[in-house]
T-cell receptor
Framework: GENVEQHPSTLSVQEGDSAVIKCTYS??????FPWYKQELGKRPQLIID?????GEKKDQRIAVTLNKTAKHFSLHITETQPEDSAVYFC?????????????FGSGTRLQVQP | DTGVSQDPRHKITKRGQNVTFRCDPI?????LYWYRQTLGQGPEFLTY????????KSRLLSDRFSAERPKGSFSTLEIQRTEQGDSAMYLC??????????????FGSGTQLSVL
């Protein structure tokens, strides 16, 4: 089955700096890659996603890049703010032709220091 | 509230007891998922339904776990003969199939299970 590895497990940055979180996946058939943000004691919430037919997607301060050849994708947060502090999870799934359920990475705890 | 709701929020039980959790998805969503999350880990897939059909179940899932979605709306997850290792947050999520592999999951707040 699919295996998603995520690193780093913890990341501390100064407010205003950029943060990058990287994930690799094992199943080359995977074609959907979302990122979820989970604040302490709250539910995971989707912040951005990308499908395999594009290499990059941006939404204000966050962006995701995908390299299908290398089977890795990354989350980029620019101009970080204290409210960005949370645990971020990447995930992958195959979609309609295969396993629809998402496989999640183990998470990255991002701490933005004011 | 039109989000995914789960009940109860917390459950404390003794080892060997059975527990049942309920999930009410977003009303127009036809897909419903159960995940389990332990501290410091990502959500781990348990099972998923499309309407009332259970289409996939994790190979790691013990036969003590069973899930139902009898009318394609709410779902229940039952754990029989609970063990201390079952202690975790049980998350439910739902999504809408738009025919284009739309997998945007909306999560509930979860049921925190503690097995003593």
């Amino acid at each position: 089955g699919e295996n998603v590895e995520q690193h780093p497990s913890t990341l501390s940055v100064q407010e205003g700096d950029s943060a990058v979180i990287k994930c690799t996946y094992s199943d080359s058939a995977s074609n959907y890659f979302p990122w979820y943000k989970q604040e302490l004691g709250k539910r995971p919430q989707l912040i951005i996603d990308i499908r395999s037919n594009v290499g990059e997607k941006k939404d204000q301060r966050i962006a995701v890049t995908l390299n299908k050849t290398a089977k890795h994708f990354s989350l980029h947060i620019t101009e970080t703010q204290p409210e960005d502090s949370a645990v971020y999870f990447c995930a992958a799934s195959i979609g309609d032709t295969g396993r629809r359920a998402l496989t999640f990475g183990s998470g990255t705890r991002l701490q933005v220091q004011p | 509230d039109t989000g995914v709701s789960q009940d109860p929020r917390h459950k404390i039980t003794k080892r060997g007891q059975n527990v049942t959790f309920r999930c009410d998805p977003i009303s127009e969503h036809n897909r419903l998922y159960w995940y389990r999350q332990t501290l410091g880990q990502g959500p781990e897939f348990l099972t998923y339904f499309q309407n009332e059909a259970q289409l996939e179940k994790s190979r790691l899932l013990s036969d003590r776990f069973s899930a139902e979605r009898p009318k394609g709306s709410f779902s229940t997850l039952e754990i029989q003969r609970t063990e201390q290792g079952d202690s975790a947050m049980y998350l439910c999520a739902s999504s809408a199939s738009d025919g284009v592999a739309n997998e945007k999951l909306f999560f509930g707040s979860g049921t925190q299970l503690s097995v003593l």
